[in-house]
């Protein structure tokens, strides 16, 4: 690498355990170097990417920018990067999405200035920063130097580690930064509204999450969150051998308005009571939260199995529900079936009618081991709390 304090603060963000999807264009490309020539890249580096032509970058914000170089990118790369890391990370880590986009010297003059943008996102903040370089007193590289240094900098920043560097930037050539702070609630409002797709509460208590990748999810509205739900994914881990168990809520419903914030947050706070990790998503269809949670075992009852095969929820083509699971399957999704009270009658997943094609997708929880048949609705009703 040749400079030793940048080894030092690449060595001390690979320490922390915040993981990373970088996404750069147009600068900055020595620092993925540095990050992936350092030992314990893969500690950090879940995901790097390099929306180098017009193309790319347009399919990786999904429109055509108004801009290619300016802040409004580099946020919007780095709350697509924060995303894409939720999805990537191991459960319990803090994440960060970092998002770069430069104008920096070219084999052909420039009008412009020569600036580079920088964003990084973590989960309750933003860090901003822009410098405008003075022209014609660096070359590419050195300008891409200058741009990678200031990268790496923030990123030590967001990952609460310290190190300082020497970016090389004049007297004259002053970043500007800006750091932005959410509350909880303003987190949750991103979610229902579709700018993040979840937001995960890693009460269980373990240091840094787990070193298993699989997450083992049982899904439910949890309202109220009862001992059938926490036996039922004991019981799941240990049929499947293994995993980071954690429940999910779906802020958002197929057929009932979204939750309120106040609902998300108390219900939430059951998972903190009894110290297990909680993810809130806005995913409430299982093929949906398959490319969410990709590689995870979810956890439903044989009423749930029941109706994810079942070709009425899919327009009533059996092809179409077949293609849907088929891409669940892709993903590396499982899902583990507990049995289930429907109408009065005792059922499991041996019950359920399941294609040829997607079986091996379906494993059972044998009633032996497990059967609680309470259920939230009954709680709510003895409570006086209708069925909603």
Not at 96 to 119: I, Q
Not at 122 to 128: K, N, V
Not at 337 to 342: A, E, H, L, M, W
Request: charged share 20%.
């Amino acid at each position: 690498m040749g400079d030793a304090a940048i080894r030092t603060v690449v060595e001390a963000i690979h320490s922390s355990p915040t993981q990373a999807v970088v996404y750069l264009c147009g600068g900055a490309s020595l620092a993925l170097g540095w990050l992936m020539s350092v030992p314990g890249a893969s500690n950090t580096l879940l995901e790097s990417v390099v929306p180098y032509s017009r193309v790319s970058m347009v399919q990786l914000l999904g429109r055509v920018p108004s801009q290619h170089c300016s802040q409004a990118l580099a946020k919007e790369m780095a709350l697509l990067a924060y995303n894409r890391a939720l999805k990537l990370s191991k459960p319990g880590y803090p994440v960060l999405g970092v998002g770069f986009t430069g104008s920096l010297v070219t084999s052909r003059p420039k009008r412009g200035d020569h600036r580079f943008f920088l964003s990084m996102r973590a989960s309750d903040r933003i860090l901003e920063s822009s410098v405008t370089l003075t022209k014609n007193l660096r070359s590419r590289e050195e300008e891409d130097k200058v741009s990678s240094c200031a990268l790496i900098q923030a990123m030590a920043k967001a990952c609460q580690v310290s190190g300082t560097l020497d970016s090389g930037l004049t007297e004259s050539e002053v970043p500007y930064e800006s750091e932005t702070h959410f509350t909880e609630e303003q987190e949750l409002e991103q979610l229902i509204n579709g700018h993040l797709c979840c937001k995960i509460y890693p009460f269980s208590g373990e240091a840094h999450g787990s070193d298993e990748d699989r997450k083992i999810i049982l899904p439910g509205s949890f309202n109220p969150l009862h001992e059938g739900h926490l036996k039922l994914l004991e019981v799941a881990m240990s049929v499947c051998g293994g995993g980071y168990p954690c429940f999910e809520i779906s802020a958002i419903n197929a057929d009932k308005p979204p939750l309120t914030i106040a609902q998300i947050k108390d219900r939430v706070k059951q998972f903190e009571v009894v110290g297990k990790t909680i993810i809130v998503s806005n995913q409430p269809y299982f093929y949906k939260k398959a490319e969410l949670f990709p590689g995870s075992s979810f956890v439903i009852g044989a009423d749930t199995a029941a109706r994810l095969v079942n070709p009425k929820y899919y327009e009533g083509s059996i092809k179409r529900m077949l293609e849907i699971l088929g891409d669940c399957k892709r993903t590396g999704c499982t899902f583990l079936v507990g049995g289930r009270n429907v109408d009065g009658v005792f059922k499991v997943l041996e019950d359920v009618d399941i294609p040829e094609e997607i079986i091996d997708m379906f494993i059972s929880i044998p009633a032996d081991i497990f059967r609680m048949d309470i259920s939230s609705t009954e709680i709510r009703k003895k409570q006086g709390g209708g069925t909603n």
